[in-house]
């Protein structure tokens, strides 16, 4: 009997996996078979860089730097920088490498969606917002290739209202966990998003190094995310209303991944939650798509968080 149950139990796992993911095995073809389409004729673009920061005094300005030595003109990129909750000095070492800098104090409305909704709605109110054709979003601890915008402005120019990029690893040979993370971000990256790009379906955003159109921003009335993991709701609702998101591969950007477990576990544990609060808001949208235009994009969201 308890051969017999665990069978049944292993079987039911093995099919249930084949049913979610063997559609994948598209994404992974595609590169091969398809070719990277040709840019369309060049436009340089103005970009503001948004960064919510909290307590970042120690990481922020190694990103700011790689920001000013970008192989772009340095006229047509701003840096705006909150500083959310922060008890360090954030805000000074921003103001010291010339970032636009925001202060903000609120312990009610907790999180980096609610940073990005005040930053831009600062922006927005000093008139600013339409200076820009692009803003970019990073967390505080992350470092850019120099040819990263450059990469991702040619990218944004071929129409798509948002892009994300090739996410790497600051500390992959730390430790196991950072390892681990960093295999998993370049899996996401190179084996999910580039096979996405190449058959048309939208690409996914994950975390942090995107990039927004101001159209869509004024189209959603500025940050509306603010879930635990905002950057998957944000996914979700542009493919829910059939926005598709652009993937540059050679837009390369470095984040540091954790090294101790406690910290991951908890960082996952918010993350599950958060898969969750945005199945719950976009779930039944996504799966009526399903079999429609856009339906291959739909069905992509729901398999690759829900299991």
């Avoid at 918010?270 to 429609?292: A, C, E």
Wanted: with cysteine; net charge negative; glycine share 8%.
């Amino acid at each position: 009997m308890l051969v017999t149950i665990t069978r049944v139990i292993n079987w039911s796992i093995l099919f249930a996996f084949i049913a979610c993911f063997s559609y994948q095995i598209v994404y992974l073809i595609a590169p091969y078979i398809k070719k990277e389409k040709t840019h369309k004729p060049l436009q340089m673009h103005r970009y503001a860089v948004l960064i919510a920061a909290r307590n970042e005094e120690n990481v922020l300005g190694g990103l700011l730097d790689s920001i000013r030595a970008q192989n772009y003109p340095s006229e047509l990129v701003d840096i705006y920088v909150v500083a959310d909750n922060c008890t360090d000095t954030t805000a000074e070492i921003a103001y010291a490498h010339g970032a636009y800098v925001y202060e903000r104090f609120n312990r009610v409305q907790i999180g980096k969606g609610y940073a990005l909704k005040y930053l831009l709605d600062q922006i927005s109110l000093s008139d600013n917002l339409e200076d820009y054709d692009g803003f970019f979003i990073f967390d505080a601890d992350n470092l850019l290739d120099e040819n990263y915008i450059k990469e991702m402005n040619m990218t944004f120019n071929d129409g798509y209202d948002a892009v994300t990029s090739y996410r790497n690893s600051k500390n992959f040979g730390d430790n196991w966990i950072s390892h681990g993370y960093g295999l998993w971000f370049l899996h996401e990256a190179q084996f999910l998003n580039r096979g996405r790009m190449r058959i048309g379906n939208s690409c996914m955003v994950s975390g942090t190094g995107y990039m927004i159109s101001r159209e869509l921003i004024e189209k959603n009335d500025g940050w509306n995310f603010f879930l635990l993991t905002e950057d998957i709701e944000f996914t979700a609702d542009c493919i829910a209303n059939g926005v598709t998101i652009g993937y540059c591969e050679r837009a390369e950007f470095y984040d540091e991944q954790p090294t101790r477990l406690s910290v991951s576990w908890h960082q996952r544990m918010r993350w599950v939650k958060g898969y969750f609060q945005v199945y719950k808001k976009y779930g039944r949208q996504l799966l009526s798509k399903v079999g429609k235009k856009g339906g291959f994009s739909c069905f992509d969201m729901l398999m690759s968080n829900l299991p």
